[in-house]
């Protein structure tokens, strides 16, 4: 059960100059902006109190703006690059709460990398989250990998191949079949929720104490193959848009 006075707040992060898919945030699946559906997933959950977009683009203020989120501030460029991480997005997000006079109690990081979300399972993960928030540093959606990750390899400096958990060079045990290893989970950006109290007393985003949140298989946008494939699969993404945009 929340709080009556739980803040919680989602930060969106848009920066806009992605490389692997060129405007990436811009580029539409169904017609509609990849940032605009994760301000709607926001949106629509009813346990966040606010929706903020974090960018250093002037058109993505306006677009944010536009579609009911807020887009308080511009994110400085030197923050904003390839290389910039999570962890300073989300430290110069503070910094403006702080000038307001209210940290988040909780933030939802919603990457727009990932827009097939349900509200549903965002409100579930808060809640997973608020009931150990005293006994955990973030929460991670993460779905199972197709294959296990027992099952792979790395490349040494001589060529050979090398198991990249045991490090060992005799790969007959790789042979045996998944059920034969551990589970092994993929981190896929559905909802990540982290604890502004720990980020600003560790300087760490996530830290050693992160909570699982299983959900299902989705398909995040990291180049124009996901993107066209995503269009592709109307069965499996009309469903979200009937949710968030009310079909």
Same mark, same amino acid.
Request: hydrophobic share 40%.
């Given at each position: 059960?929340?709080? !009556?006075?739980?803040?919680?707040?989602?930060?969106?992060?848009?920066?806009?100059?992605?490389?692997?898919?060129?405007?990436?945030?811009?580029?539409?699946?169904?017609?509609? %902006?990849?940032?605009?559906?994760?301000?709607?997933?926001?949106?629509?959950?009813?346990? #966040?109190?606010?929706? #903020?977009? /974090?960018?250093?683009?002037?058109?993505?203020?306006?677009?944010?703006?536009?579609?009911?989120?807020?887009?308080? $501030?511009?994110?400085?460029?030197?923050?904003?690059?390839?290389?910039?991480?999570?962890? %300073?997005?989300?430290?110069?997000?503070?910094?403006?709460?702080?000038? %307001?006079?209210?940290?988040?109690?909780?933030?939802?990081?919603?990457?727009?990398?990932?827009?097939?979300?349900?509200?549903?399972?965002? /409100? %579930? *993960?808060?809640?997973?989250?608020?009931?150990?928030?005293?006994?955990?540093?973030?929460?991670?959606?993460?779905?199972?990998?197709?294959?296990?990750?027992?099952?792979?390899?790395?490349?040494?400096?001589?060529?050979?191949?090398?198991?990249?958990?045991?490090?060992?060079? !005799?790969?007959?045990?790789?042979?045996?079949?998944?059920? *034969?290893?551990?589970?092994?989970?993929?981190?896929?950006?559905?909802?990540?929720?982290?604890?502004?109290?720990?980020?600003?007393? /560790?300087?760490?985003?996530?830290?050693?104490?992160?909570?699982?949140?299983?959900?299902?298989?989705?398909?995040?946008?990291? /180049?124009?193959? !996901?993107?066209?494939?995503?269009?592709?699969?109307?069965?499996?993404?009309?469903?979200? $848009?009937?949710?968030?945009?009310?079909?």
């Amino acid at each position: 059960m929340l709080r !009556d006075d739980f803040y919680i707040v989602s930060i969106i992060p848009a920066r806009s100059g992605s490389k692997g898919v060129v405007n990436k945030n811009l580029r539409k699946l169904s017609g509609v %902006e990849l940032m605009v559906w994760s301000i709607r997933a926001s949106l629509c959950t009813p346990k #966040v109190n606010r929706t #903020v977009v /974090s960018t250093d683009s002037v058109e993505y203020v306006e677009l944010a703006i536009r579609n009911g989120a807020e887009a308080p $501030f511009l994110r400085p460029k030197s923050i904003s690059r390839d290389t910039s991480t999570d962890l %300073e997005m989300i430290l110069h997000c503070l910094e403006f709460f702080k000038l %307001e006079g209210k940290i988040p109690d909780l933030i939802v990081h919603l990457r727009p990398t990932s827009p097939l979300r349900d509200p549903k399972k965002i /409100s %579930e *993960a808060i809640n997973v989250a608020v009931m150990n928030k005293n006994k955990i540093t973030a929460l991670r959606s993460i779905q199972e990998m197709s294959e296990t990750a027992y099952k792979t390899f790395e490349i040494e400096k001589n060529g050979k191949l090398v198991s990249a958990f045991t490090q060992s060079h !005799d790969l007959d045990d790789s042979n045996l079949n998944r059920q *034969a290893f551990p589970k092994t989970y993929l981190a896929n950006g559905y909802v990540d929720i982290v604890i502004p109290e720990y980020i600003l007393s /560790s300087k760490k985003i996530h830290g050693n104490s992160v909570i699982p949140f299983i959900t299902e298989t989705i398909i995040e946008v990291d /180049s124009e193959f !996901d993107l066209q494939q995503l269009e592709s699969m109307k069965e499996l993404t009309q469903p979200y $848009f009937n949710i968030l945009f009310g079909g």
